[in-house]
C-alpha cells in the first residue's frame, strides 16, 4: 500500500509527520511525504520519498485554521446567548 502524509506547518508539525512516515516504511509501506521544500532535507536524510509543496500552500493552511478559530468563537458566543 502506498500512503501519502501531507504536513503543513513549521518544525514543529513536520517532526512528527516524518517520524510517522519513517514508522510506516520500517512496517512495510511505501511512503511518501509531502511538505514545504524547506524541509526537504532533513526528511530526505530518513529515506522517506519527498513532495515538496509551494509556499502558497502554507499561507492556505494558516487561513484555514484561523477560519476555523473564528468559527469555534462564533459557535461559542451564540451558544452563550442562548442560555
Known amino acids: 500500500m502506498k ?3 501531507f504536513a503543513a506547518g513549521s518544525r514543529g508539525d513536520i ?3 516524518n517520524a510517522l512516515s519513517r514508522g510506516l516504511l520500517r512496517a512495510g ?5 509531502a511538505a ?3 524541509f526537504t532535507d532533513s526528511v530526505q536524510n530518513h529515506d522517506v520519498d519527498f513532495y515538496p509543496l509551494r509556499e502558497d500552500v502554507q499561507r492556505n493552511v494558516v487561513r ?4 476555523q478559530c473564528q468559527l469555534a468563537e ?3 458566543v451564540v451558544s452563550e446567548k442562548k442560555r
Open 29 to 33: 509501506y511505501r511512503v511518501s511525504l
Open 3 to 5: 500512503i501519502t502524509v
Open 74 to 76: 462564533n459557535l461559542l
Open 15 to 17: 517532526q512528527p509527520c
Open 64 to 67: 484555514i485554521r484561523v477560519l
Open 36 to 38: 514545504l521544500a524547506d
